[in-house]
T-cell receptor, first 112, second 112 residues
């Protein structure tokens, strides 16, 4: 049973480009969470999704960021027109309810 | 949503000394509580979780945590620190709505 798979592990984008981060939850997990970790900071919740539904997006910036978890395929976190301040590690986690999250290894986004 | 406070962003101990990492949560209803560890450039790994079965929870790598309702605390301890324990530790809390929030993290340094 593979864990939570995130790809790519490292992503470099120039300012103004789009970044797409992918997350495949563990088999049998229907809840996906995205977190952002800025250098020297803790984890900040971004969005909580179930299949085809956004449950809580209270941590998502209002502009340029979007997330989806389609019926088929991985969850995607999309950042449009990236800026240097978007450089961070983005972690995806999946779970059954209240059982503790299983985290992926993260995608480290660098905006140059 | 739960709120989690970790006291001390950096903790330094000598090898063999007691490790104590503090975590307090804010909730009128005891939540589900977790401790995660993050090694450099890696994702988060679950150390232990409290789900109301027992107030003293034993986790991996010799760590344990005690849930104290009267103090709304869930401090992480290990009797004897090892060099390999050097990492970032995150306390997290989740309610029945499966909404997990993380503390800001505590970086543990172990001195030889």
């Amino acid at each position: 049973n593979a864990g939570v798979m995130q790809n790519p592990r490292h992503l470099v984008r120039r300012r103004g480009q789009e970044a797409r981060l992918r997350c495949s939850p563990m088999k049998g997990h229907s809840h996906v969470y995205w977190y952002r970790q800025l250098p020297e900071e803790g984890l900040k919740f971004m969005v909580y999704l179930q299949k085809e539904n956004i449950i809580d997006e209270s941590g998502m910036p209002k502009e340029r960021f979007s997330a989806e978890f389609p019926k088929e395929g991985p969850s995607i976190l999309r950042i449009q027109q990236v800026v240097r301040g978007d450089s961070a590690a983005y972690f995806c986690a999946s779970s059954p309810p209240t059982d503790g999250y299983t985290f992926g290894s993260g995608t480290r986004l660098t905006v140059v | 949503a739960q709120s989690v406070t970790q006291l001390g962003s950096h903790v330094s101990v000598s090898e063999g000394a007691l490790v104590l990492l503090r975590c307090n949560y804010s909730s009128s209803v005891p939540p589900y509580l977790f401790w995660y560890v993050q090694y450099p450039n890696q994702g988060l790994q679950l150390l232990l979780k409290y789900t109301s079965a027992a107030t003293l929870v034993k986790g991996i790598n010799g760590f344990e945590a005690e849930f104290k309702k009267s103090e709304t605390s869930f401090h992480l301890t290990k009797p004897s620190a090892h060099m390999s324990d050097a990492a970032e530790y995150f306390c997290a809390a989740a309610g029945n709505n499966n909404d997990m929030r993380f503390g800001a993290g505590t970086r543990l340094t172990v001195k030889p």
